[in-house]
C-alpha cells in the first residue's frame, strides 16, 4: 500500500489499482489533494501492468464532499491551480487511456459529483447521494458539471440539478443512467472489483481503443465519427486493428479456448 499526500491510499489487486480517498471527515479535496490523485491516475496511465482503476472513498458516510472549504477559508482560491488532471485529479484528465470506476460509498457533493461524473463506470451504495451544489455556495460547477451533466440528462432534469442543488438518489441516478449499479453498501467495492475483473479479462489494445473512440466522437455526428475513425489519426485503434492480440482473438473463438492476450 502506498499512502500519498497523506490523504490518498493507493493498493494494487493483479491489474486494478484502488485509490482511497482518505481525508476525514468528509474526503474533500484541497490542491494537495488534487494532485496526489493526479499522480496515482498518472500511474495507472504509465504502468503496462495495470489495466483499471477504481476510486472510492474511506469510511461509510462521503464519498467525496467535493471543494475543501476550509481550505478555500485558509486562502486557497477558487481558481486555484489543481495541476495537470484539473480538480480531483481526473476532471481534466482526458487521455488517461485506461478505465476508472467511482465506487461511490456514501455522498458525492459537489467536486465529488464531478469526480464520479469524470469516470467511466459507477457503483454505487444504496444509501449514495449525488449533488451539484456549488450554485448555493455562491459558485459554479466549472470542474465537469456544467459540461458533462447536460450531456447525460434530459436538459430540463440537468437544469434543475444544476441550478437548485438538488440531491439525487443513488435509485434515481440509476434511472437516469448516471450509476452502473446500485448495491448494498456492503457490496460496492465487491461489484467494482467484479466490474474491473471483466475489463481485464478483455484485450487490452481493445479497450484503450473503444476509449479513444469515444474520446474522440461523443460530441461528434454518426458520419463524422466515421471520418474520425478512418482518418489514421486515432493511434489506440491503429495499434489495435494490426496487433496480435486481434489475430488471437479469432484464433481463440474458432479453437474454442480462453484468448491469451499480449498486449501488442
Not at 471527515?25 to 500511474?43: C, G, H, I, M, Q
Not at 477559508?73 to 480538480?87: L, N, S
Amino acid at each position: 500500500m502506498t499512502t500519498l499526500n497523506g490523504t490518498l491510499r493507493t493498493t494494487v489487486e493483479d491489474q486494478t489499482l484502488i485509490v482511497t480517498l482518505d481525508k476525514p471527515k468528509a474526503n474533500a479535496v484541497d490542491v494537495a489533494t488534487s494532485r496526489a490523485l493526479y499522480a496515482a491516475f498518472e500511474r495507472l496511465r504509465r504502468d503496462p501492468a495495470l489495466r483499471v482503476g477504481i476510486l472510492t472513498g474511506a469510511g461509510e458516510r462521503f464519498f467525496c464532499a467535493g471543494w475543501d472549504l476550509k481550505a478555500a477559508a485558509a486562502g486557497e482560491g477558487v481558481d486555484a491551480d489543481h495541476g495537470p488532471g484539473g480538480f480531483a485529479g481526473l476532471t481534466e484528465f482526458l487521455d488517461l487511456g485506461k478505465p476508472v470506476i467511482a465506487a461511490v460509498n456514501g455522498l458525492a457533493f459537489g467536486g465529488g459529483f464531478e469526480l464520479v461524473l469524470a469516470a467511466d463506470l459507477v457503483v454505487a451504495a444504496e444509501h449514495a447521494e449525488f449533488a451539484l451544489t456549488e450554485v448555493t455556495l455562491g459558485l459554479v460547477p466549472d470542474a465537469g458539471g456544467l459540461l458533462r451533466l447536460p450531456a447525460r440528462l434530459p436538459r430540463p432534469i440537468a437544469v434543475e440539478l444544476l441550478l437548485t442543488g438538488r440531491r439525487l438518489s443513488a435509485a434515481e441516478a440509476a434511472r437516469w443512467g448516471l450509476v452502473n449499479r446500485v448495491v448494498p453498501a456492503e457490496q460496492v467495492m465487491t461489484a467494482a472489483r467484479e466490474l474491473a475483473g471483466a475489463i481485464c479479462a478483455a484485450a487490452p489494445l481493445s479497450v484503450a481503443a473503444a476509449l479513444e473512440i469515444l474520446r474522440e466522437t461523443e460530441a461528434t455526428a454518426v458520419a463524422a465519427g466515421y471520418a474520425i475513425q478512418r482518418s489514421g489519426g486515432l493511434p489506440a485503434y491503429q495499434a489495435m486493428l494490426g496487433s496480435a492480440d486481434a489475430a488471437e482473438g479469432a484464433l481463440a473463438f474458432t479453437e474454442r479456448r480462453p484468448p491469451v492476450w499480449q498486449g501488442r
